[in-house]
């Protein structure tokens, strides 16, 4: 498989130097040059979560590392979630309109969120690659929690990549903090940053535009822009509609988003050939999304904080791949737009494009105390507490089925479970009066000591710390 950029320029690549690279040199996004056919669902059915991940993902990574290897990655991935099955699915009864409902539990990683799922892959697939070459890398990115805490379980103790992660002070919540300051491995290094996570993310942006300090120390990304991500998270699409349609039959999927990484993992595999009814995009308050999704236009605003903080984005990186899909595979009609996106602060696509997305996507937000609302009705009907991101996607679907935007009472759906309640306890117990607690692996948590680095929010500062910890 060969990968092009979003914006047209440059050579085709294959799938290791996409991995490494992350960002095109254009300033585009890879995607696959072709969309590959996923195998037949029946020949899926019975098998492991790792045996349908290489089956799924294969095509995605032919040419970049051997057969026999991969398998080994993609079982070692793996091994490290709480359940064989590694992403469940769970019947939740049906929606008013007699549409079955399932929660898919994206949360049984080693950090409980959904990231895991490709962060866990992508830190082996580092590994592998890096070997070959016989190179280090020095991993930087910025956090508001969950990317960050992932990453960093991704990356422990492999040898050939170090791991600097930011986070604002004060700013994640209090378990998203332990998880990155208390992981033991040398190579790992939590960076608290003064401010907020737009001040952590300047600081990461400025160190790779300081191109000397980028090839001296080889920093790669890992942020949701990195297709490897997209890739690795197809493979629960699969696996649910495995469990929820035995006839093979189309099934609506509805995602709580920020960054549009996950939803576009699902688009994908429709792309490639799984029977999808609908795709639901849910908001929070920021709904930069919903918004575009419902008028074509996409005009920034201000981030407000929410009880769903993984989803208080107001630029959806990833869709810059829906995009260059809709527009034809036109790099520069995407670069056109995405142009006057950043220089206006707002785009609109055309009726036609906008008729494309239509066809294929619904949306909706909800806000906080909706939300709020959700986790208690979804507690009292079935006795499961989910976490304020998973309620979002619960309460859109709600929402869309109350409107009949879903003609089709026998297509299943299926919301994504992004995060374990644990993860975000004070929201859970203000809305249901019941605090989650970490699962037994977890447990002690609060007693481990923490190990961290304090940067000012200054690009030198942080240069300086990488340089001093590489000796
Ligand atoms: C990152 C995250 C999201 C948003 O996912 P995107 O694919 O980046 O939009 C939703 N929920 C949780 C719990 C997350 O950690």
Known sequence: MRYVSTRGGGEPLGFAEVLLDGLARDGGLY???????????????GRSFAEVAVEVTWPFV??????????????????????????????????????????????????????????????????????????????????????????????AGLERVDAYILYPAGRTSEVQRRQMTTLEADNLCAVEVPGTFDDCQDLVKAAFADEAFRDEVHLAAINSINWARVMAQVTYYVTSHLAVSPDGGPVTFVVPTGNFGNVLAAWVAARCGLPVDRLVVASNRNDVLTRFFSTGT??????????????????????????????????AAVAELLGSFRADGTVSVDETVLGRLRSEFDCGRLDDESA????????????????????????????????????????????????????????VEAAVGIRPELPARLADLFERPERFERVASDLGALEALVRARRG
Not at 95 to 116: I, M, N, Q, V
Not at 120 to 133: C, I, K, N, P, Y
Not at 392 to 407: C, H, K, Q, S, Y
């Open 298 to 331: 996409m005009a920034i605003a201000e981030v407000v904080p929410t009880t769903s903080p993984s989803m208080d984005i107001q630029v959806s990186s990833n869709l810059e791949r829906l995009l260059f899909e809709v527009l034809g595979r036109d790099g």
């Open 31 to 45: 995607v696959p040059e072709t969309w590959p056919e996923l195998p037949p669902l029946d020949e899926l059915r």
């Open 62 to 155: 032919d040419g970049g590392v051997d057969r026999a290897s991969y398998e080994r990655i993609v079982t070692d991935a793996y091994a490290t979630f709480d359940t064989p099955e590694v992403c469940p699915v769970l019947p939740i009864g049906s929606l008013p309109s007699g549409a079955p409902l399932h929660l898919l539990e994206l949360y049984r990683g080693p950090t409980l969120a959904f990231k895991d799922v490709a962060l866990q892959l992508v830190g082996w697939l580092f590994d592998h690659v890096l070997a070959e070459r016989d190179e280090r890398i020095c991993v930087l990115g910025a956090t508001s929690g969950d990317t960050g805490s992932a990453a960093m379980h991704a990356c």
């Open 372 to 427: 709020a609302s959700v986790i208690r009705s979804v507690h009292d009907r079935t006795g499961l507490v989910v976490d304020p991101h998973t309620a979002i996607g619960i309460g859109v679907a709600e929402l869309l089925d109350a409107e009949g935007t879903w003609f089709d009472p026998s297509v299943p759906v299926v919301c994504a479970a992004t995060a374990h309640p644990a993860k975000f306890p004070d929201a």
